[in-house]
T-cell receptor
Framework: DAMVIQNPRYQVTQFGKPVTLSCSQT?????MYWYQQKSSQAPKLLFH???????NEADTPDNFQSRRPNTSFCFLDIRSPGLGDAAMYLC???????????FGPGTRLTVL | DAKTTQPNSMESNEEEPVHLPCNHS???????IHWYRQLPSQGPEYVIH?????VNNRMASLAIAEDRKSSTLILHRATLRDAAVYYC????????????WGAGTKLIIKP
């Protein structure tokens, strides 16, 4: 089945230690998104790629970076995680920006 | 700023219809109305979307008020598997297509 895959499902890191979350898709979609979701809140868009074009949300901290080396993969790098960065990180894809988004299961990040 | 307002939670009985309301009084003429739901421990999934006319699909129906300042997601016959958080979202075409998420309604289904 075509899908959006996130690895790992659970990630534990230490305060200030860089961490990378990964997302892959078999849908061949143009757009890939990264969302942050904290407990009992709606997902918050961090940034997205339309093909190779990177689009950062205005209020996304500089601590968050992303890479998309090819159509299938997208990475979220957190350079110096703080306690406030503990959250669920969701990857999503869509064919075009106005199309339905397909979400992965998320990676739950714990910062010790 | 465009935003949506939803009740925090709703309860319904299994096998009965559910009407989930959403207010979006600041909607602009070209904003789409989307609904996604998020089951426990899963990523959100698309439910339905519309612009002006009512919409039906295999999952649900979307009823949009004539002035577009509110909409209602209708689950025709709720099952226990429909227990989830339902998000009402505005889709806005700026330089990029932007989804403006509401806070969501937690739907509880009673057997």
């Amino acid at each position: 089945d075509a899908m959006v895959i996130q690895n790992p499902r659970y990630q534990v890191t230490q305060f200030g230690k860089p961490v990378t979350l990964s997302c892959s898709q078999t849908l061949n979609h143009n757009v890939m998104y990264w969302y942050q979701q904290k407990s009992s809140q709606a997902p918050k868009l961090l940034f997205h790629y339309y093909d190779k074009d990177f689009n950062n949300e205005a209020d996304t901290p500089d601590n968050f970076q992303s890479r998309r080396p090819n159509t299938s993969f997208c990475f979220l790098d957190i350079r110096s995680p703080g306690l406030g960065d503990a959250a669920m990180y969701l990857c999503a894809t869509s064919g075009e920006p106005y199309n339905e988004q397909f979400f992965g299961p998320g990676t739950r990040l714990t910062v010790l | 700023d465009a935003k949506t307002t939803q009740p925090n939670s709703m309860e319904s009985n299994e096998e009965e219809p559910v009407h989930l309301p959403c207010n979006h009084s600041t909607i602009s003429g070209t904003d789409y109305i989307h609904w996604y739901r998020q089951l426990p421990s899963q990523g959100p999934e698309y439910v339905i979307h519309g612009l002006t006319s009512n919409v039906n699909n295999r999952m649900a129906s979307l009823a949009i008020a004539e002035d577009r300042k509110s909409s209602t997601l209708i689950l025709h016959r709720a099952t226990l598997r429909d227990a989830a958080v339902y998000y009402c979202i505005l889709g806005r075409m700026d330089s990029n297509y932007q989804l403006i998420w509401g806070a969501g309604t937690k739907l509880i289904i009673k057997p």
